[in-house]
């Protein structure tokens, strides 16, 4: 029943509502210490909702999210930050920012936490911008920015959603290059993307999400065209029903399998696999 | 008439202008850091709103106990915390935007003060609350001011890492735990302590005048947050000072020709000052940054 101690997010039977309309479904399952999943699915599939209950700005409307003991905290990077981009501050600041944790609202910013802000920096590829004001940087500037702010968090538990939405080819290429360097360190990393190609090659694991799971597991087995096509049907079935809103979350799940869950079944599992 | 008859005779002469100009400095120091962090948040109608908002406030507290300071100034804070509390709990409840449930508030407001002062008081009483006295400020006034000038800038001290993160990025202080909306609720507090004690020298309608005009001037001359807000100070500070002169050597209401100095202070920040402005943008610049 309680997660293993090599999971560091166990979901059971999670349901996350989001501005009043439930978003996800009977989610159950765990990220495994130290895994590199993606989170895939169409447009309204409850990717982000998912995020932020896993982070805990949303309180599930039922089942329980429950993070194992994690060092450092949760880092997260939205998919829209309500980040102030004219906001008169510093890139060295901005990373500075990662340490909160640490410093909070009065301590000093010793030479040890400038230190690793500069490194930081250095990994994602903005060594010598400590100095420049953050409206003065690009769209994919600013997200290698955060993403050296993530660095210095120095969590245990990484959750990126669409992190490579607005950067060019090269940017998403190093910033994918980071992600996949936080999982070698074991860290626990789980992204939203969209490009399937990037999801094939760089994450082992896979969550396939339509509101519903899908399918969640080995990428290469999640993927598979059966997967994406019931991913997409399901999704057809929602935006049809956008029309006089408020799914029922009932009938229509019996009519599809339940998630290969990569728990010893939780309980409950719920119609034919 | 020599420089000295112009700028500081008046100053020296008078008691009341000493007393006028010490509380713009008080209200300046206080005033500019509050503005400049209203302007960044992109607060500027709010914080007109909460100045109105003081009205009703201070009104009841005129009702009840004359022109007296403690009671208007009492009156007046708990009046603009309650606006502040009230729109920021119909913008959480309701889809309504902020901005919209503060104008809301503020018309109630301002129609409730001057509903009630004019039924319990004089047209001088209801201008002396819309308009305020610089010029008849007492020690005890001044004193408050000051104190409040203090507290301002002794709380910004301590809530400045936060105030500054939660104005920049409000998300990841959520998910970090730093506790923004007490952040939030704490400075909104100041700044109605500030409109208070600003509407003690220029009334309810021009409180706001000398938080905002500098810290939105300030902008077209420096970027740095710290920088923005000394900028503000000294402006307003400037402003006062002339404000007070113009109106002491034309024989103009103080209150608006403060404001109006700021006001001029803004236009010319806006025409030519080094950053971003008119002047900047489209005149001296041959080839545009890369």
């Keep these: 029943m309680s997660g293993s101690p090599d999971s560091a997010v166990v979901l059971h039977d999670v349901t996350l509502a989001y501005d009043g309309h439930p978003a996800v479904h009977h989610l159950s399952g765990a990220f495994a210490r130290g895994s590199l999943t993606a989170i895939v699915g169409p447009n309204g599939s409850g990717k982000s909702t998912l995020m932020k209950g896993m982070v805990g700005l949303l309180r599930p409307a039922g089942g329980r999210i429950r993070p194992a003991g994690l060092n450092g905290g949760i880092a997260y990077l939205p998919q829209h930050a309500e980040i102030e981009r004219r906001f008169p501050i510093s890139v060295n600041q901005t990373v500075m920012l990662g340490h909160w944790r640490r410093i909070g609202w009065a301590r000093a910013a010793t030479r040890e936490l400038r230190g690793r802000a500069h490194r930081a920096l250095a990994a994602v590829g903005l060594e010598g911008f400590e100095r420049r004001p953050i409206d003065t940087l690009s769209a994919g500037q600013f997200q290698r920015v955060l993403f050296a702010r993530l660095i210095v968090q120095d969590a245990e538990l990484i959750l990126l959603d669409e992190p490579l939405a607005a950067v060019d080819w090269r940017t998403s290429e190093d910033l994918l290059r980071l992600i996949v360097s936080w999982h070698r360190q074991g860290r626990t990393v789980a992204a939203v993307l969209h490009d399937l190609d990037q999801v094939r090659a760089y994450f082992p694991q896979t969550l396939l999400l339509a509101r519903e799971c899908v399918a969640w597991g080995p990428t290469r087995e999640v993927l598979m065209p059966q997967n994406l096509r019931r991913a997409r049907h399901m999704s057809e079935a929602w935006s049809g029903e956008a029309a006089h809103h408020r799914p029922g979350p009932g009938p229509r799940r019996a009519g599809f399998s339940a998630c290969p869950n990569p728990l010893p079944a939780s309980g409950e599992s719920e119609g034919p696999a | ?290």
């Excluded at chain 2, 008439?1 to 100053?11: C, I, N, V």
């Excluded at chain 2, 919209?100 to 004019?118: D, E, K, P, Q, R």
């Design chain 2, 1 to 290: 008439m020599t420089l000295y008859d112009l700028a500081l005779g008046p100053f020296a002469e008078f008691g009341f202008m000493r007393r006028a100009l010490v509380g713009c400095l008080a209200l300046a120091l206080g005033c500019g850091p509050i503005g400049t962090f209203l302007v960044i948040r992109r607060m500027s109608l709010m914080g007109d709103a909460l100045s109105h908002a003081v009205l009703p406030g201070a009104a009841l507290g005129f009702i009840f106990g004359g022109l007296s300071l403690p009671a208007m100034s009492l009156g007046g804070v708990g009046a603009g915390l309650t606006v502040a509390l009230l729109s920021g709990l119909v913008t959480r409840l309701t889809p309504l935007r902020e901005d919209a449930s503060f104008a809301a508030f503020y018309l109630i407001s301002l129609a409730l003060g001057v509903l009630l002062v004019s039924t319990h008081g004089s047209n001088v009483d209801l201008l002396h609350l819309l308009f305020g006295s610089i010029l008849a400020i007492d020690d005890a006034t001044l004193i408050l001011i000051g104190a409040i000038a203090t507290l301002s800038l002794l709380s910004l001290a301590v809530l400045y890492r936060p105030l500054v993160v939660e104005c920049f990025d409000p998300g990841f202080l959520r998910t970090v735990g730093g506790l923004g909306g007490l952040v939030h609720t704490v400075f909104l507090a100041l700044v109605v302590v500030n409109l208070v004690a600003a509407f003690q020298a220029l009334g309810t309608l021009m409180a706001v005048g000398l938080m905002m005009l500098p810290a939105a001037a300030a902008r077209f001359w420096v970027r740095e947050l710290w920088a923005l807000s000394a900028v503000s100070s000294a402006l307003a500070l400037a402003s006062g000072f002339l404000g007070l002169l113009l109106s002491y050597h034309l024989d103009l209401p103080s209150g608006p020709s403060i404001v109006l100095v700021a006001g001029l202070a803004y236009f010319a920040s806006v025409l030519f000052g080094p950053r971003d402005s008119l002047r900047a943008l489209y005149l001296s610049r041959q080839q545009p940054a890369a």
